[in-house]
């Protein structure tokens, strides 16, 4: 009982971050914001991911070159590097750039939540449109992006100027990934698929169906890249997972985008506001 691991507290930069032991799982720990769960780490293995859309994350890095190939990932929004540690244990030798503008919450995960040695993940206390204005162009194979302030993604991170960013930092062939949280009608989604589309030919997203059809405020993983995506092979993934998810794409996401207009810098707003209990725990 003596070596049992005890919740942690610490006043960081937005509010008050705990670290919360699963009494379940031996090594893992939920990262919790000011009441919000932010990320689930599982330090004896970074393959098992507890949120339903790192899964869903996950399923597009696992899709996004042969298995075991590095890749050079930039993460914007940190967390408890929660994706960055599954792409250091799913593809050795990958090489990534984090950045969290919150350092004390950043120096918080790196004390109780320590990387492994020689995990290839760089970490910088920045504001993520920093980190991509600072990174070479065509330096990324993956940009996911993950960025909250509170419970909200920050205007500046939704304008089509940020997509441009996130494109100039991206190779030919790489892929970007966004995590937004929205509800029915789902039109903040739907202008991130359009922003996102004046930079990106090819779209999607992928959702739990009862977020899709506007039962319950939820995450929503946008995908965008220059070249055609393996949906397919995607989809067959999300459908089968502990948590299913579907794919929308083509016609049916031309009728979810609708008349959405890309946002300009001078138009731009944070995500919606989620209902009361939406991502809060007991």
């Not at 790196?110 to 449109?129: C, K, N, T, Y």
């Not at 070249?227 to 929308?248: G, I, K, Q, T, W």
């Amino acid at each position: 009982m003596e070596n049992e691991p005890i919740p942690v507290t610490r006043a960081v930069d937005s509010g008050t971050a705990k670290l919360l032991p699963d009494i379940d799982r031996e090594g893992g720990w939920l990262l919790t914001v000011d009441g919000t769960p932010q990320s689930y780490v599982d330090l004896l293995d970074a393959t098992h991911l507890e949120f339903e859309y790192a899964r869903r994350v996950a399923h597009v890095l696992d899709l996004a070159a042969p298995p075991q190939q590095p890749l050079d990932v930039v993460h914007l929004g940190g967390g408890a590097l929660t994706l960055a540690r599954y792409a250091a244990a799913t593809r050795p030798g990958s090489r990534q750039r984090v950045a969290e503008g919150d350092a004390a919450l950043l120096a918080f995960v790196e004390e109780r939540l320590p990387l492994p040695p020689g995990s290839g993940i760089s970490l910088a206390a920045v504001d993520a449109r920093e980190l991509l204005d600072a990174s070479p162009a065509a330096s990324a194979d993956a940009v996911i992006a993950d960025v909250y302030g509170g419970v909200h993604v920050p205007a500046h991170l939704t304008t089509v100027s940020y997509a441009r960013a996130v494109g100039r930092v991206l190779r030919e062939r790489g892929v970007c990934l966004l995590n937004v949280a929205d509800a029915a009608p789902l039109r903040f989604a739907a202008s991130q698929v359009a922003t996102f589309r004046t930079v990106f030919e090819h779209m999607c997203l992928v959702a739990e169906p009862s977020v899709l059809r506007g039962r319950r405020f939820g995450n929503i993983v946008l995908v965008a890249s220059r070249e055609p995506l393996p949906v397919d092979e995607l989809a067959r993934r999300a459908a089968s997972d502990a948590f299913p998810a579907r794919v929308v794409h083509g016609l049916a996401l031309e009728r979810l985008v609708g008349a959405a207009e890309p946002v300009q810098d001078g138009a731009a707003a944070p995500s919606p506001e989620p209902p009361e209990g939406a991502f809060t725990i007991g």
